[in-house]
């Protein structure tokens, strides 16, 4: 990951001290074993190159279960990318650039305009080449996409999103990086930590000159708050603007999906036994052990991080009162597992979607053929409702392999059924006329006769 800094023009050599690093070293830090150094190219009066460049260690991104980096398990780039993890490492090193607050006889200069050419890379985008034209652009900035040599630029466009962004303009040192701090994460639609209100502080705070007037804010700020409420509404320089379609009041879709779970669980003839699968860290089998009938609670998880995170709020309300305390168990749902057999419940939610396409037969044979739970609860994202989020083709998640229309939705849970199940479909969330609900749902209930 790196980003390099040129500028050209009168008196540029003042930037070291804006950087507060001097030219004549070379900066090098490590963070929990990452490798940040800084080094300057060029160094005149005239013209200034400097480069950011970050090493990290994957193993130890992958080691944290800290909400600081949250990394997924599945196998990605996102380590070694352009991208909120490579924002994070540079933020110490930038932090008197990014605060504006140089030595005070430098003061002067934090306001005065230089002209720039930001490169950073790789990035890893879903956006086309005119999507991220249209975010920088804006901005006043020039903007130049590489995809690698020549040789190679023809294939790359059509099988690689791997991208070199260049801007050229005339700002200020803190202005640009400020930009570049918000918008890196947006083009990589990722966040690698838990996203709450420090986020839209953090927003706030870098986006308060520039943000407000974009022509593509409301598109910036859904993606890098990652659909939850916060976005409803972001106040800059005190003027509050809500996001279209949002109400103070309204309730978070995934405390919607968990109502909806519940109460199709409150209705299933039987329930003492639980298996969610794929269960996080532990939210909704939390919930399911305050349902009047059920026993016990299988919950599933592969990774380490989600389990103990999941092991920590499971004691935390373990002496409440009719609260049946849900077992963790790591386990796959790529593999047979004899202890989740016979099951009365077997739930699903938003887990499918995270798998590819191809695998989910046998997984769901495993399921309805191996485990014969009484009944299956099945939830994922219904793919029409991404024209309300404006998303085009881009998934709601950076990890998602596929999402689906209803008809297809329905069509796959027709063909996985064996035939010895009954299929209810639902929807849950805000209905729109047109798309639907934003996510969809399938109960499979066992006929009596098998």
């Not at 970050?54 to 780039?77: F, G, K, Q, W």
């Not at 996409?145 to 962004?165: C, F, H, M, P």
């Not at 059920?294 to 989600?306: D, F, H, T, Y």
Request: glycine share 4%.
């Amino acid at each position: 990951m790196q980003l390099t800094i040129q500028a050209t023009g009168e008196h540029v050599d003042v930037l070291s001290y804006l950087l507060a690093k001097n030219p004549n070293n070379r900066y090098e830090r490590t963070n929990n074993g990452h490798l940040i150094r800084m080094f300057y190219n060029r160094f005149t009066s005239k013209e200034v190159e400097v480069t950011f460049f970050v090493t990290p260690d994957p193993i130890a991104l992958s080691r944290d279960h800290s909400e600081r980096y949250d990394i997924t398990s599945y196998i990605n780039d996102r380590e070694f990318v352009v991208s909120s993890i490579f924002c994070s490492f540079l933020r110490s090193a930038l932090g008197t650039a990014l605060n504006g607050k140089p030595k005070e006889e430098y003061i002067p200069w934090v306001e005065h305009q230089f002209t720039f050419q930001f490169s950073f890379g790789p990035i890893a985008s879903d956006l086309t080449d005119k999507q991220i034209e249209n975010i920088f652009q804006p901005l006043g900035y020039d903007v130049e996409i590489n995809y690698g040599q020549a040789e190679y630029q023809v294939d790359l466009r059509k099988k690689s999103t791997a991208r070199w962004i260049t801007l050229n303009g005339t700002t200020t040192l803190q202005a640009g990086l400020r930009q570049l701090y918000v918008l890196i994460p947006v083009l990589d639609n990722y966040k690698h930590y838990y996203i709450d209100e420090k986020e839209v502080e953090k927003i706030e705070r870098f986006g308060k000159d520039w943000l407000n007037n974009h022509p593509k804010r409301e598109f910036i700020l859904r993606r890098a708050l990652r659909f939850k409420e916060l976005y409803r509404s972001l106040e800059i320089e005190g003027e509050l603007k809500p996001v279209p379609n949002k109400t103070e009041n309204r309730i978070r879709l995934n405390e919607l999906r968990y109502e909806k779970i519940i109460n199709y669980v409150n209705k299933c003839k039987y329930k003492e036994s639980i298996v969610d699968l794929g269960s996080g860290e532990g939210k909704l089998a939390v919930r399911l052990g305050f349902v009047k009938g059920v026993q016990e609670i299988l919950a599933v998880e592969p990774s380490e991080g989600e389990t103990l995170k999941a092991m920590d709020r499971f004691e935390k309300i373990k002496e409440k009162d009719n609260f049946v305390q849900p077992t963790p168990v790591m386990s796959s749902l790529f593999y047979y597992d004899e202890r989740l057999k016979n099951k009365d419940i077997i739930i699903l939610c938003e887990v499918i979607e995270h798998i590819d396409e191809h695998r989910l037969p046998k997984v769901m044979k495993t399921i309805l053929v191996d485990y014969q739970p009484k009944s299956i609860i099945i939830t994922t994202p219904n793919k029409e409702y991404n024209q309300i989020y404006e998303l085009g083709e881009v998934y709601r998640h950076p990890d998602h392999r596929f999402e689906w229309t209803r008809n297809e939705f329905q069509d796959w849970c027709v063909e996985q059924n064996p035939g010895t199940y009954d299929l209810v479909f639902d929807g849950i969330g805000e209905e729109h006329p047109t798309y639907g609900c934003p996510t969809q749902l399938c109960l499979f209930s066992r006929k009596e006769d098998y």
